[in-house]
């Protein structure tokens, strides 16, 4: 249990995001964005960018 408010509802997100989620519009403002940067930007397939993805996370030793 967070100490931050969330919605009732357990929502996919990962929690740097379910945060938002008693602002519905920002936390969808906010997954878009990430989408837009993050994904469909180049040549490379959804799966290359993820393992790309993962492998800087590991890197970084992030979580998320």
């Not at 379910?18 to 837009?36: E, F, G, T």
């Amino acid at each position: 249990m967070p100490w931050i408010r969330e919605a009732d509802e357990r929502l996919h997100w990962a929690n740097v995001i379910n945060i938002m989620s008693i602002n519905p519009k920002a936390m969808k403002a906010v997954s878009d964005l990430n989408n837009a940067i993050t994904f469909g930007a180049s040549t490379l397939t959804r799966t290359q960018e993820e393992a790309i993805a993962t492998a800087v996370s590991v890197q970084n030793e992030c979580r998320f």
